[in-house]
């Protein structure tokens, strides 16, 4: 039904300087007129956010799946208790109080063209959903949604849980806040791990541009490294990965 992660949709106040930012950040060129980036495994869309949006709210992000045939997932999706309405553009989106107020829409799976080696930044990796309840996110992406749950471990050291739903070669990160324990409350796109092909390349690239980068450090995952990147990101978290093992199927 669900074949991967078609775009990641970005409320922000200004379109055109997001643009401007992320291009930089990502290593994409800018389309004239437009209002998204396409690197090699999905694409990063920006929307108007809504009046009344202050600066101290979180960033809005929309996570956006694909189906072969959107319509036969949206009847699926209705009969297993996530109704929602078809919009325009063959997108279907989930009411947020079925999903516990994460947006997310279904629309139909394009066709992703062979990246350019020559770009650092090949695509995303993972989309953090930060939950205070990690049994109700297993039901919801693994049951109701149908993602592959391919870990779910908890950290002592780190006070986390953390689920792993792989769709379509990319993952869906739920992160669960073991010292804050079990709550009701809604859960929430808290930020993005972008894949690079060359994380040292990035890093200098990123840091040549102005870009506020931390140092490159050991990643959790064994065999990689990472960095976060500080500014021009709308407000999102955001973490560079790169190294070996992060192909997946």
Same mark, same amino acid.
């Given at each position: 039904?669900?074949?991967?992660?078609?775009?990641?949709?970005?409320?922000?106040?200004?379109?055109?300087?997001?643009?401007?930012?992320?291009?930089?950040?990502?290593?994409?060129?800018?389309?004239?007129?437009?209002?998204?980036?396409?690197?090699?495994?999905?694409a990063?869309?920006?929307?108007?956010?809504?009046?009344?949006?202050?600066?101290?709210?979180?960033?809005?992000?929309?996570?956006?799946?694909?189906?072969?045939?959107?319509?036969?997932?949206?009847?699926?999706?209705?009969?297993?208790?996530?109704?929602?309405?078809?919009?325009?553009?063959?997108?279907?989106?989930?009411?947020?109080?079925?999903?516990?107020?994460?947006?997310?829409?279904?629309?139909?799976?394009?066709?992703?063209?062979?990246?350019?080696?020559?770009?650092?930044?090949?695509?995303?990796? &993972?989309?953090?959903?930060?939950?205070?309840?990690?049994?109700?996110?297993?039901?919801?992406?693994?049951?109701?949604?149908?993602?592959?749950?391919?870990?779910?471990?908890?950290?002592?050291?780190?006070?986390?849980?953390?689920?792993?739903?792989?769709?379509?070669g990319?993952?869906?990160?739920?992160? &669960?806040?073991?010292?804050?324990?079990?709550?009701?409350?809604?859960?929430?796109?808290?930020?993005?791990?972008?894949?690079?092909?060359?994380?040292?390349?990035?890093?200098?690239?990123m840091?040549?541009?102005?870009?506020?980068?931390?140092?490159?450090?050991?990643?959790?995952?064994?065999?990689?490294?990472?960095?976060?990147?500080?500014?021009?990101?709308?407000?999102?978290?955001?973490?560079?990965?790169?190294?070996?093992?992060?192909?997946?199927?």
């Amino acid at each position: 039904m669900i074949t991967g992660i078609d775009h990641i949709a970005l409320e922000v106040a200004n379109i055109p300087q997001a643009l401007e930012d992320y291009s930089a950040v990502l290593g994409r060129p800018r389309v004239a007129s437009g209002d998204r980036l396409q690197l090699d495994t999905l694409a990063l869309q920006f929307r108007a956010s809504r009046d009344g949006d202050t600066a101290d709210q979180p960033p809005r992000l929309r996570l956006v799946l694909a189906a072969a045939d959107v319509a036969a997932a949206a009847h699926r999706l209705t009969r297993r208790a996530l109704p929602g309405t078809m919009q325009a553009g063959d997108l279907f989106e989930i009411d947020t109080a079925a999903t516990y107020g994460v947006p997310i829409g279904v629309t139909k799976a394009a066709e992703l063209t062979q990246g350019d080696p020559s770009n650092d930044i090949a695509g995303l990796d &993972h989309v953090v959903v930060s939950t205070p309840d990690p049994e109700r996110a297993v039901a919801l992406y693994g049951g109701r949604l149908g993602l592959d749950l391919r870990l779910d471990r908890t950290n002592p050291e780190h006070n986390n849980r953390l689920l792993f739903f792989v769709c379509g070669g990319l993952v869906v990160e739920i992160s &669960h806040n073991t010292k804050k324990g079990v709550g009701a409350g809604p859960d929430r796109i808290f930020g993005l791990a972008w894949r690079a092909r060359d994380i040292d390349r990035a890093h200098a690239r990123m840091a040549a541009q102005g870009i506020d980068v931390s140092e490159i450090r050991t990643g959790r995952r064994a065999g990689t490294r990472v960095f976060t990147v500080r500014n021009r990101t709308a407000g999102v978290p955001t973490l560079i990965i790169g190294g070996e093992g992060l192909e997946r199927s």
